[in-house]
């Protein structure tokens, strides 16, 4: 079965710093993975993906992440954290067989960003 | 561009009453997904439709869940003899086919359910 797991499931930066949300993974094959993210009040939206091509992904808002099949690792990162940055971040794989197409998220980390 | 909408956003009932959740998912998007996410959890999967089509049950969904998509439109998730443990964020998901098969959903904001 494929899992994700996520270290931490709160985190605190200040304004500027170094954003680091960390994700494992287990899978048999290949995988698909992905990080969600939910700012307060909204849905879920797809920060980024990684689909086998190239190992480093960079997504929306300045964020990107780093595929390393020798650690099974899938860390999300931001150079410099903005306020607006603070919400919950979800680290997802799918689950892709038999016709069946699922997402298994992981418990998430809540971002805070200290001014 | 409108999104995926939910209603009711809030649902608060007495155990033992049946609620019933829609999902008007994005247009043209003929694969809507439901997921359950509770305090601290990450979303987890409840069930998915292919137009009206229900493809797929997770072993969440107990005889008293029941999700339709009656014309590959909007969706009805209700709930029978709800109970405390039912109470949660009910989410809803659309994507096209090409996006779904990559993992790619919309999601709604929610629907939450307090049981008392």
């Known amino acids: 079965a494929q899992s994700v797991t996520q270290l931490g499931s709160h985190v605190s930066v200040s304004e500027g710093a170094l954003v680091l949300l960390r994700c494992n993974y287990s899978s048999s094959v290949p995988p698909y993975l992905f990080w969600y993210v939910q700012y307060p009040n909204q849905g879920l939206q797809l920060l980024l993906k990684y689909t086998s091509a190239a190992t480093l992904v960079k997504g929306i808002n300045g964020f990107e992440a780093e595929f390393k099949k020798s650690e099974t690792s899938f860390h999300l990162t931001k150079p410099s954290a903005h306020m607006s940055d603070a919400a919950e971040y979800f680290c997802?794989?799918?689950?892709?067989?038999?016709?069946?197409?699922?997402?298994?998220f992981g418990k998430g980390t809540k971002l805070s960003v200290i001014p | 561009d409108t999104g995926v909408s939910q209603d009711p956003r809030h649902k608060i009932t007495k155990r033992g009453q049946n609620v019933t959740f829609r999902c008007d998912p994005i247009s043209e998007h003929n694969r809507l997904y439901w997921y359950r996410q509770t305090l601290g959890q990450g979303p987890e999967f409840l069930t998915y439709?292919?137009?009206?089509?229900?493809?797929?049950k997770s072993r969440l969904l107990s005889d008293r869940f029941s999700a339709e998509r009656p014309k590959g439109s909007f969706s009805t998730l209700e709930i029978q003899r709800t109970e405390q443990g039912d109470s949660a964020m009910y989410l809803c998901a659309s994507s096209p086919p090409s996006r779904g098969d990559t993992g790619e959903l919309f999601f709604g904001e929610g629907s939450r359910l307090t049981v008392l």
């Open positions: 997802a794989i799918l689950y892709s067989g038999a016709g069946s197409y699922q997402l298994t």
């Open positions: 439709f292919q137009n009206e089509a229900q493809l797929e």
